[in-house]
């Protein structure tokens, strides 16, 4: 099978997209099939020997790492001469509507997958008025698609409520190999808890930003003055953390990959992730893997990865203090943690990469055999090339 693959966000930024589209393009090499990517320009020329088109790039202002690039012609250039059988789309924003557009001049199938519940990001940064008109923006690209993915059942209601059709579940995945319990290392758990391996150690992995609620892990560090918190990851908010979790036991360790963030996940005592804008969470399942028993929010896409007092610790977020008391609770009971953690290990060594591409290759020929009719796509404009001013003229009307 030939896929033309486009993402809004590709390497070197890391990320949970980003790994979703690493993992799928290397297991789908793996299994030969050909893989063409197109992506902000900044990364590789190759991924896993397949071939990258970097399109021209601008930063997000206030956020760097992120790339913002526009449709291109050259696109169309690429497209005719690779010949894909499907077209995968993750997250389409600006460079996705290239790839809407292209896709139904080709005639070539599309599917859409939905990531990022960029709608109530908008409420961590004081736009939540623009709620409405984004999913309306959003309902009209997954329209054009021929089956739309979701990567948790909560995920697909949502999109369904807002008159989003042709949904599919696209099961979660974690590589139980490289995250594993066997990496606990003591040297990390030294390094995390900053010289002090016998108190209990709390790990956050993820992006430093506002939507992730990471602020309030400092009640935790109030109510359990004993706890350890280490922080990996950074992102646009990084720099205001440092200021709000001062003179607390914190320890911010910066971006980790590979063996480093195996050792991590193996080496601490619980995983917290506060965010309530979950679509999934990969590094739920890449802690779990890990034997670091995790306690989240029952929110978003993390009910479907965790159950609560079987493979994790859930906590109501409309309770101020049900994070807190949870946090306790699982520290509080050793043997308790201890059952949640081999339940946890369990449960995600039947969520491989292969198997979930697999899945995903069935969805592939789905959209080839079962294509949106024709006259539901209609009408489909060309996207209008974009310069740097012009975004930035965007971005200043809708950012503070």
């Known amino acids: 099978m030939k896929i033309a693959i486009v993402t809004e966000t590709f390497l070197p930024k890391i990320d949970g997209i980003v790994t979703m589209v690493t993992k799928t393009v290397e297991t789908l090499k793996a299994l030969g099939d050909e893989v063409l990517i197109f992506a902000p320009s900044g990364g590789p020329e190759e991924l896993f020997g397949a071939q990258v088109v970097s399109l021209p790039s601008i930063p997000f202002p206030f956020y760097p790492e992120l790339r913002i690039a526009a449709p291109r012609a050259s696109m169309r250039k690429h497209l005719e001469a690779f010949r894909p059988d499907v077209f995968h789309l993750f997250e389409p924003s600006l460079l996705g509507v290239g790839g809407i557009y292209y896709g139904k001049v080709l005639h070539v199938p599309i599917v859409i997958s939905y990531h990022t519940n960029l709608p109530a990001y908008l409420h961590y940064y004081k736009l939540g ?10 309902r009209a690209r997954h329209l054009r698609a021929d089956l739309n993915l979701c990567t948790s059942t909560p995920m697909m209601e949502e999109l369904h409520s807002h008159g989003i059709d042709r949904l599919a579940l696209w099961e979660r995945a974690v590589d139980a190999q490289r995250f594993h319990p066997s990496k606990c290392s003591a040297a990390m758990r030294n390094t995390l808890s900053a010289g002090e391996p016998q108190k209990p150690l709390l790990l956050y992995v993820g992006r430093l930003s506002a939507e992730k609620d990471i602020a309030t892990l400092r009640e935790v560090l109030r109510a359990m003055p004993e706890t350890r918190l280490a922080i990996v990851g950074d992102g646009p908010t990084r720099h205001e ?101 081999a339940r946890a290990r369990a449960d995600v060594e039947r969520h491989s990469w292969e198997g979930s591409t697999e899945q995903l290759r069935r969805y592939y020929t789905q959209a080839m055999e079962h294509p949106r009719p024709k006259a539901t796509t209609d009408g489909v404009k060309k996207p209008a090339g974009l310069s740097k001013r012009m975004v930035l003229a965007s971005l200043r009307k809708l950012l503070p």
């Open 241 to 341: 953390l440092e200021r709000h979790f001062r003179g607390t036991a914190v320890h911010f360790a910066g971006y980790m990959s590979g063996e480093a963030l195996a050792a991590a996940y193996a080496s601490a005592d619980l995983f917290v992730m506060p965010s309530r804008t979950e679509t999934l969470g990969l590094v739920l399942m890449e802690a779990m893997a890990s034997g670091c028993p995790v306690v989240a929010c029952r929110a978003g896409g993390i009910p479907d990865a965790v159950e609560d007092g079987v493979t994790g610790f859930l906590f109501d977020p409309s309770d101020r203090n049900a994070l807190v008391e949870t946090v306790r609770r699982a520290l509080a009971n050793p043997a308790e943690c201890a059952a949640v953690r």
């Open 129 to 138: 008025f623009f709620a409405g008109p984004t999913w309306k923006l959003m």
